[in-house]
């Protein structure tokens, strides 16, 4: 990659006086340095920050939160979990920043992939976007088996949205669903997945959440 040299709109021709202690031309007219911020980072655009910008780690969404990474991917997680008891059990989780969706028309698509258990229990597998569950299986027998739930969710207005979601088991598709959640967006908003069995732990894991932001 090229190095980006941010330099003063004017540039001074005098001669240096030699005095270190002085600011003279060349240090002018040298080179900003940027501070802060992590590999990947964009620089953007941000009026409620105290110096006009900020670190995003993508795509802004919101402001001074640098809250979308690169690439427009939230939050990817993969790391297994497995529901406890019997219990509805939060198996992922991600929060999505406070005015993260700052405006009508912008949203969040959410995938989530797992599997069930070896038997026959009765097994449920629930997304949720804040209080409204947005896609779902429920009553899933079906033995060593994979499942894939999706959603999208779009801002309609400051405390409303749209969501699309769909479920597939298996080979066989789950079905497909709308629903009107009404999550206040200037607040943060959990995305989750739970898991649920009639009989006890393990009976459904979650193997994968992503979140991607929509322009």
Known sequence: MTDVLVKPAFQSAFTDSGDATKFGPSAWNAARLFSAGTGGDLLIRDAASATGASWATGPPMGT???IVRVGGVLSCNVTPASNVGTAET????????????SANTKGVRITVWGSTAANANS?????????TQVSAIAGI???ATGWHLAAIVVRTGAAAQTAGGTSFIGNNTGGAVTTTPTETLSGIVVIKITGTSAVGSSDVTANGMLVEALP
């Open 123 to 131: 097994k449920a597998v629930r997304l949720y976007f804040g209080a």
């Open 64 to 66: 001074s939160t640098g």
């Open 141 to 143: 027998v079906t033995s």
């Open 90 to 101: 939060d198996l992922m989780t991600y929060s999505l920043p406070a005015n993260a969706l």
